[in-house]
């Protein structure tokens, strides 16, 4: 324990501001989204704040909304005209002694498509975020082509030592057929360093075969964790993307993060994957410290990636998030009138209990992989 306790407070300085920076941007845009569309609609804010708790620093412009920053950075809020608190619910009793002037400014007033609308736009946001951040990161970095044509041989690699060069392209390794190059690690990771591999290669219109025996590697993974891997030592064709291919990659990267959420997600929930999958704040910080000593580069696609992934969670319908007040406004539109109060007040206080019992779980998992306990 005493180890895992001087572990946490060796990467703590580097780690906080580089969690604060990617919490702060993350926070900051998906609130902003809520913001810029309310005022669209013409709905007057009153504090826009990034964190919970007590102000630290804060100004107020020329439209009455306080911008703060608070103490502890783990989300963020805007309250609106009208709201009871934090979390956007409305304040009936308020509401009822409201002039009607004053009523032109207040969230609940609003058609319910505006309603909608402001409740979808953080998630919105952050998938915007993330797909702007993903865009210009592919422009800079290029990309991998699919085709398994060998961009590069290593010298003295297993590949080289066979007479693969440049230009060449994989038809087949053994009887399996490669049409694609991410075909080849798939394959060759799983393979033996001790037996040859047939692979067949296109050279200038000529077919031929060569027999590669893979090597194995030791190095460290993004992480800094010690990992092995069997490998021939070549790599793809790289090339640089257009503004708008790196835009098609970014959506389409974008989708997959989305995708592999819900997936985790929906196994946990069905009892094919473990709840200690899940990790919270503190695991957060730890993994951006981990991605912060790889550069820059690597800690923007990190926000990509938790913009994404913080979108999404919001948009679930649990009362107290994003998700929940889209089914408040479902029900509304479906029964032609809002839900009871009491019915609100109901699935906010169960929305809040559920919301504490996660953060209290993902909160335990990060203190059990940090062996504390």
């Known amino acids: 324990m005493l180890d895992a306790i001087r572990g946490l407070i060796a990467w703590t300085p580097l780690g906080l501001p580089a969690f604060l920076f990617v919490i702060t941007l993350v926070v900051f845009f998906h609130e902003l989204g809520h913001f810029l569309v309310a005022r669209a609609f013409g709905v007057k804010v009153d504090t826009f704040s990034v964190g919970f708790g007590k102000e630290i620093v804060g100004l107020t412009d020329r439209s009455g909304t306080r911008w703060k920053i608070s103490w502890l950075p783990i989300g963020g809020y805007v309250k609106f005209a009208g709201d009871a608190d934090a979390a956007s619910r409305p304040d009936v009793e308020a509401a009822s002694q409201m002039t009607v002037a004053e009523r032109e400014g207040v969230l609940m007033f609003k058609p319910l498509y505006q309603r909608a609308l402001v409740a979808v736009s953080g998630p919105l946001a952050n998938f915007a975020l993330a797909i702007a951040m993903l865009t210009g990161i592919l422009m800079y970095t290029g990309h991998s082509e699919v085709a398994s044509i060998v961009g590069e041989v290593g010298n003295g690699m297993p590949a080289a030592l066979a007479g693969i060069r440049t230009g060449d392209r994989v038809t087949r390794i053994d009887r399996t057929m490669i049409t694609d190059f991410q075909q080849l690690p798939e394959i060759i990771s799983v393979s033996s360093d001790k037996a040859p591999l047939a692979i067949g290669i296109s050279r200038a219109g000529h077919d031929m075969t060569v027999w590669v025996t893979p090597k194995r590697v030791k190095f460290k993974d993004i992480l800094g964790n010690q ?147």
């Open 227 to 373: 990992a092995s891997q069997m490998i021939i030592g070549i790599s793809p064709v790289h090339e640089t993307y257009s503004p708008v291919g790196a835009f098609a990659a970014a959506c389409s990267e974008t989708g997959g993060i989305m995708k592999i959420t819900v997936l985790t997600i929906a196994r946990i929930i069905t009892g094919h994957g473990g709840a200690d999958q899940l990790s919270g704040p503190v695991g957060i910080a730890k993994v951006t410290h981990q991605v912060a000593e790889l550069g820059f580069l690597p800690l923007l696609n990190l926000v990509a990636i938790l913009s994404v992934s913080i979108g999404l969670a919001n948009l679930f319908p649990i009362p107290l998030l994003d998700g929940g007040h889209l089914l408040y406004y479902g029900c509304e539109a479906v029964l032609g009138r809002p839900l009871g109060e009491r019915a609100q007040d109901v699935g906010f206080r169960l929305g809040l209990v559920l919301v504490l019992g996660l953060m209290l779980l993902t909160t335990w998992n990060d203190l059990v992989r940090l062996n504390l306990f």
